[in-house]
T-cell receptor, first 109, second 115 residues
Framework: GIQVEQSPPDLILQEGANSTLRCNFS?????LQWFHQNPWGQLINLFY???GTKQNGRLSATTVATERYSLLYISSSQTTDSGVYFC???????????FGQGTRLTINP | NAGVTQTPKFRILKIGQSMTLQCTQD?????MYWYRQDPGMGLKLIYYSVGAGITDKGEVPNGYNVSRSTTEDFPLRLELAAPSQTSVYFC??????????????FGPGTRLTVL
């Protein structure tokens, strides 16, 4: 089946720093979503981005479907950005999202 | 809209007990899903439903049952709880088939421990 790999697995930054999280996938996908799982365990939809670039405030994401990767950018990090960031992909014809193992981001004050 | 809601938030079960995890969505979504998340891992699909009366297995269905009698509700049943079912369970929904036009929305999760 499709492999979804996220890097780095862990990232520790100071408040105000910028970061780039990467998601590689091993097959063509129909859809890709980025989620933030906050310290209370809730999954929050960040981006729905099968291709192209989207921006939402300090966050932006780019998916290059032909090269099978997506990037999540976080600028001017805040402590509330801490948590685990997951990318999840959807294969055409399947009715499930396949999740990567996540990047754990810790923002220190 | 409340979105996707799940009850209970936390539960501890003894081995062999049974329970039902409740999931409700008020977005008039046709598709609903149950995932489990083991520590340090991403989510894996247990069951999904494409509409009332229709359910299908996901990657890890063993030990679970589901039903879908209404559009809004999609309960997940554990009949004989085992320690391997200790996990966080997430319910999700989408308006239609997952595609380049439909995204999934997740509930807050139920943390289940089986001792």
């Amino acid at each position: 089946g499709i492999q979804v790999e996220q890097s780095p697995p862990d990232l520790i930054l100071q408040e105000g720093a910028n970061s780039t999280l990467r998601c590689n996938f091993s097959d063509s996908v129909n859809n890709l979503q980025w989620f933030h799982q906050n310290p209370w365990g809730q999954l929050i939809n960040l981006f729905y981005i099968p291709s192209g670039t989207k921006q939402n405030g300090r966050l932006s994401a780019t998916t290059v479907a032909t090269e099978r990767y997506s990037l999540l950018y976080i600028s001017s990090s805040q402590t509330t950005d801490s948590g685990v960031y997951f990318c999840a992909v959807h294969l055409q014809g399947a009715q499930k999202l396949v999740f990567g193992q996540g990047t754990r981001l810790t923002i220190n004050p | 809209n409340a979105g996707v809601t799940q009850t209970p938030k936390f539960r501890i079960l003894k081995i062999g007990q049974s329970m039902t995890l409740q999931c409700t969505q008020d977005m008039n979504h046709n598709y609903m899903y149950w995932y489990r998340q083991d520590p340090g891992m991403g989510l894996k699909l247990i069951y999904y439903s494409v509409g009332a009366g229709i359910t299908d297995k996901g990657e890890v269905p063993n030990g679970y049952n589901v039903s879908r009698s209404t559009t809004e509700d999609f309960p997940l049943r554990l009949e004989l709880a085992a320690p391997s079912q200790t996990s966080v369970y997430f319910c999700a929904s989408s308006f239609g088939r997952l595609s380049s036009y439909n995204e999934q929305f997740f509930g807050p999760g139920t943390r289940l421990t089986v001792l």
